[in-house]
């Protein structure tokens, strides 16, 4: 499973083995870069600061517990 957030130092993690989202020395960049994020989702009128985006009519999804897209596992989302 994938986590929620993820923030890797690339500098002495460049293969991003290490997951320091969780790691309280870690919260300060961690709410900057949600603040930035949020910003420009703003700045470009995201569509998920509105909801969830529905897909179009006939669309499918990939299920998002998949562990690759190259497994080509498909679901139907629940309706919302």
Known sequence: ?????????????????M???KESRAQTKLVEMRAMLKAWMQRTNDPLLHGPVPLIQGGRAVDPDAYSPKELARYEPPER
């Open 19 to 21: 997951n320091l989202a």
């Open 1 to 17: 499973m994938v986590a929620a957030e993820e923030l890797y130092d690339l500098v002495f993690d460049p293969m991003e083995h």
